[in-house]
């Protein structure tokens, strides 16, 4: 609003949006269309060795915040055999630990902290699939795109930019953010 408000934009020519949720969210709030230009996030996949096929576990990457939807992700996961790696770091780390350190989740899920580089890869290539369980307007995810450039499918919420990566049935699967059930 102040940004708005003090004209801090007026002098800028050209806005690059990571998606088509965001070109339509600035239309929304009086951009002008001829300032607006769609442009995907790259992703080197040269640098990539995909790795289709059974991993061993469920894959989250991300911040671990109250608008990530991770606490969603494992109460779905509760009922389930199923093991989850958590990546990241932020604000909720300890509260997330002490909800999987409880109950069924004790030995099912792992914090693996923050990882980059030849690490960060690894976690890709020995997960069965990405969980991107997003209670916010997520732009245009690069952990969605990571996932796919290493051969993984990603299961969304399909709220944001999200849905126009992930292709039901195809590159993934969406499900109504904070919806537990729907996701498990």
């Not at 969980?131 to 709220?159: C, D, Q, R, T």
């Amino acid at each position: 609003y102040l940004a708005a408000w003090g004209r801090k934009y007026a002098v800028v020519r050209r806005i690059l949006c990571a998606s088509r949720f965001m070109h339509r969210r600035l239309l929304e709030n009086g951009y002008a269309p001829e300032r607006l230009t769609v442009l995907p996030n790259p992703v080197d996949t040269a640098s990539v060795e995909p790795s289709i096929g059974d991993g061993a576990h469920a894959l989250y990457i991300g911040r671990l915040s109250p608008e990530k939807g991770v606490p969603t992700l494992l109460r779905a996961i509760e009922e389930l055999d199923i093991p989850l790696r958590l990546v990241g770091e932020g604000p909720l780390r300890g509260d997330l630990e002490s909800q999987a350190g409880r109950g069924r989740l004790r030995d099912r899920v792992a914090f693996a902290g923050y990882r980059t580089g030849e690490d960060l890869a690894r976690e890709y290539r020995d997960a069965a699939f990405l969980v991107i369980p997003s209670e916010w307007y997520e732009n245009a995810p690069m952990a969605v795109l990571e996932a796919f450039a290493h051969g993984k499918p990603v299961i969304g919420a399909n709220i944001g930019g999200i849905p126009e990566l992930v292709e039901p049935g195809k590159t993934g699967l969406l499900f109504p953010p904070g919806d537990v059930e729907a996701l498990r």
